[in-house]
Nanobody, 114 residues
C-alpha cells in the first residue's frame, strides 16, 4: 500500500522540542524528494521544510530556519523533522508530502502552549 504515516506530535511548552517521523511504504522512497508542511487552525497548509532524495540538500521556511532540521534515513524509509525552540505559532497539524507522487500523510498534531 502506497502511504505516508506521521507520528511524534503532541503538546509541548514554548521552548521545548519534538521530533516528528514519517514512514513511507509502497514506493521507492530513496528516489523521492520529501517535504513537511504545516496547517495552522483556520489557515492554509504551508511549506515548512524539504530534503532531497539523497538527504544532501535541504531547504526551510524562513521562520523555522535555525530551529528545525529535516533529515531522512533511506534504509528505514523515514523522513524526520527535529523541531527545537518551539513557539506557539508553530502549532498546527504537520504533514509529510511526496510531491512527485502527490502523496500526503494523515498528519500529526503539534500544540505549543504553556
Amino acid at each position: 500500500q502506497v502511504q505516508l504515516v506521521e507520528s511524534g506530535g503532541g503538546l509541548v511548552q514554548p521552548g521545548g522540542s519534538l521530533n516528528l517521523s514519517c514512514v513511507a511504504s509502497g514506493f521507492k522512497f530513496s528516489s523521492e524528494l520529501m517535504r513537511w508542511y504545516r496547517q495552522a487552525p483556520g489557515a492554509e497548509r504551508k511549506f515548512v521544510a524539504a530534503v532531497s532524495n539523497t538527504g544532501t540538500e535541504t531547504g526551510y521556511k524562513g521562520s523555522v530556519q535555525d530551529r528545525f532540521t529535516i533529515s531522512r534515513n533511506n534504509a528505514e524509509n523515514t523522513v524526520y523533522l527535529q523541531m527545537n525552540s518551539l513557539r506557539p505559532d508553530d502549532t498546527g497539524v504537520y504533514y509529510c508530502y511526496a510531491p512527485r507522487l502527490d502523496l500526503w500523510g494523515q498528519g500529526t498534531q503539534v500544540t505549543v502552549s504553556a
